[in-house]
């Protein structure tokens, strides 16, 4: 199992609300704790909501500009870290491919728009791409897609509750992905950051965290949103992993012992061997 490659999402989502000043603190806080991304969206009132929706304001309210993405791009720079945004429409392919970026995210609810994904494909090298809200032949389909059209992806677990109780976790399921697709992570939606800590400790390649500036703001703070010293505990928790990782191991290749190891092994194992 490799702990060296997990990548670390700190998900802005709509917090910023609509203030780019605000935006461009998250990144940098999501730089300051650690963070491999700072993930935002890109999507229009018109895709996601209806008049009658209770979120229709507030998402009307957090769309973010063209005009924006690079300058939070140039931010992102500016503080050594990746910028990742979700598309929610296959009309802004264009738009995010033009920003010169390599990696693009994939909501829950267009894991089986293909159309979209296939179009993303063709501009991206890599897609995220999470499996919420969706069954396990949805899923299945899915993968068969990404598998028979080798296309570059990252499929994460997540369960679409906001938030998600433990007990909703279904880390069973992140467990089944693992073993039909080769790379997996979480998108996780639970309050706090253990069940996170225990996907990294069990193969996740990606954690996508929510997060928020404090426990009451600036900018939307909820539930399942991390606060940044809680962000920086995923970070600390996986160079623990990395520490105890240790190298791949060959059976009975001695030269992958250690060196006060070897001393021991042959003044232990002599004694037995000679007699």
């Known amino acids: 199992m490799t702990f060296g490659n997990i990548r670390i999402i700190a998900e802005v989502a709509s917090n910023h609300g609509g203030n780019l000043a605000l935006a461009k603190e998250f990144i940098k806080i999501a730089s300051k704790v650690g963070a ?9 009132y018109k895709d996601l909501a209806k008049e009658d929706d209770p ?3 507030w998402i009307k309210k957090t769309e973010l500009p063209e005009d924006a993405y690079p300058q939070l791009i140039q931010e ?3 503080n050594k870290i990746k910028f990742l945004t979700t ?7 264009n738009l995010l491919s033009s920003l010169g970026l ?5 909501a829950s609810p267009d894991l089986m728009n293909f159309k979209m994904i296939e179009a993303l494909a063709t501009r991206f090298k890599h897609l ?3 499996t919420g809200m969706h069954s396990i032949s949805e899923t299945e389909n899915a993968v068969d897609f990404l598998i028979e059209n080798k296309i570059n992806a990252t499929l994460l677990h997540a369960v679409s509750l906001y938030p998600t109780p433990l007990e909703n976790a279904w880390m069973a399921k992140f467990f089944w992905l693992k073993g039909i697709y080769p790379q997996v992570g979480y998108s996780d939606h639970t309050p706090g950051v253990e069940v996170a800590k225990f996907a990294m400790a069990n193969g996740a390649v990606v954690i996508e965290k929510h997060f928020k500036l404090g426990q009451y703001g600036p900018g939307r703070a909820t539930a399942w949103d991390a606060r940044p010293e809680e962000m920086e505990e995923l970070v600390k928790y ?9 190298p791949e ?13 070897i001393k021991a092994r042959e003044r232990f194992l002599g004694r037995w061997r000679n007699d």
């Open 55 to 57: 979120q229709a304001e």
């Open 36 to 44: 491999d991304y700072v993930k935002f969206q890109t999507y229009r």
């Open 102 to 106: 390599d990696e693009v995210k994939v």
């Open 128 to 130: 995220f791409i999470s």
């Open 249 to 261: 191991t060959k059976e009975g290749n001695v030269h992958w012992l250690f060196e006060e190891e």
């Open 87 to 93: 598309c929610f429409s296959i009309n802004y392919v």
């Open 76 to 78: 992102c720079q500016n």
């Open 238 to 246: 996986l160079n623990f992993l990395q520490q105890i990782r240790g």
